[in-house]
């Protein structure tokens, strides 16, 4: 069975720029997650959505990110204009039930 | 406000030794407890878990032990193997709002 999809892996953009990063879940999985990792850090919770709807989405900075799972299966995390400080590992993960979360292998973004 | 301590940011094991690693949650609608391992490069992969109903999770070499009065849970990994060597992650979360909120992690290392 394949795993938490993300890609891509890595991203080098300048600061001012946008970025998207885009993720597909394990099959039949109604819960998606987005979370930010900070070196040093634990995830932070992005947005969570329960099929196509965000059911949480109060530490997403709606200034400057966007996330979106139209059809409630693949989703799209999007930053614009990016900041030095986004400069992290966005991590998606998926779940059954908001059960366990099964996580991807993230995407590393470096802002110049 | 971290919610989910792990206060140790490393921890150095002989291989065959017992490794125990700590962490503190201050929420006490919290219910269900996780622990992540991490290798590098990699999104973080589901190890043990714990309700709250429970003090003692045991799987193989792994044993998850709960204090609900001290708001205080370890993970024992006996006998600490070479590939035990990863970033472990303590999460928490409140079964009435499913959100999960992670540790800072703490940095194990098995040494031969």
């Known amino acids: 069975e394949a795993g938490v999809v993300q890609s891509p892996r890595y991203k080098i953009i300048e600061k001012k720029q946008p970025v998207a990063f885009w993720c597909n879940p394990i099959s039949g999985h109604n819960t998606l997650y987005w979370y930010l990792q900070n070196l040093g850090q634990g995830p932070e919770l992005l947005i969570r959505y329960e099929n196509e709807e965000a059911v949480d989405d109060s530490q997403l900075p709606k200034d400057r990110f966007s996330a979106e799972r139209l059809k409630g299966v693949d989703s799209t995390l999007k930053i614009q204009p990016a900041e030095l400080g986004d400069s992290a590992v966005y991590l998606c993960?998926?779940?059954?039930?908001?059960?366990?979360?099964?996580f991807g292998e993230g995407s590393r973004l470096t802002v110049l | 406000d971290q919610q989910v301590k792990q206060n140790s940011p490393s921890l150095s094991v002989q291989e065959g030794r017992i490794s125990i690693l700590n962490c503190d949650y201050t929420n006490s609608m919290f219910d269900y407890f996780l622990w992540y391992k991490k290798y590098p490069a990699e999104g973080p992969t589901f190890l043990i878990s714990i309700s709250s109903i429970k003090d003692k999770n045991e799987d193989g070499r792994f044993t998850v032990f709960l204090n609900k009065s001290a708001k205080h849970l370890s993970l024992h990994i006996v006998p600490s193997q070479p590939g035990d060597s990863a970033v472990y992650f303590c999460a928490a979360s409140a079964r009435n709002n499913d959100k999960i909120i992670f540790g800072k992690g703490t940095r194990l290392h098995i040494l031969p």
């Open positions: 993960a998926s779940s059954l039930d908001a059960g366990e979360l099964f």
